[in-house]
């Protein structure tokens, strides 16, 4: 099993930016990619970025410019700097975690941390 827990959550102005972390513990060792999804009120869970232990990144197309997702294989975080919020970036944002094992993908999530974009 593998717990992920986030931090850096908030309020903030459009414009501004936050910047959202994520550590990892258990079976830490099985992870292959790490990243983040977001999901607003009503609407369904969807990426906003992920990577790979080898550090290959994969981004939604409404964040490629503004936000920057890095990870840090020692310390087992995975961080995602937000930059030119917008109103619609308002919504939970859940750290996500994977391993593939003899086939097999097992994923973990997050309890997820709050984001709101608003003056």
């Known amino acids: 099993q593998v717990q992920l827990v986030e931090s850096g959550g908030g309020l903030v102005q459009p414009g501004g930016s936050l910047r959202l972390s994520c550590a990892a513990s258990?079976?830490?060792?099985?992870?292959?990619?790490m990243g983040w999804y977001r999901q607003a009120p009503g609407q369904q869970r969807e990426l906003v970025a992920t990577?790979?232990?080898?550090?290959?990144?994969n981004y939604a197309d409404f964040v490629k410019g503004r936000f920057t997702i890095s990870r840090d294989n020692a310390k087992n975080t995975v961080s995602l700097q937000m930059n030119s919020l917008k109103p619609e970036d308002t919504a939970v944002h859940y750290c996500?975690?994977?391993?593939?094992?003899?086939?097999?993908?097992?994923?973990?999530w997050g309890q997820g941390t709050q984001v709101t974009v608003s003056s």
């Open positions: 258990g079976s830490i060792s099985r992870i292959y990619r």
């Open positions: 996500y975690a994977n391993s593939v094992s003899s086939g097999t993908l097992n994923q973990w």
């Open positions: 990577i790979t232990s080898s550090g290959n990144t």
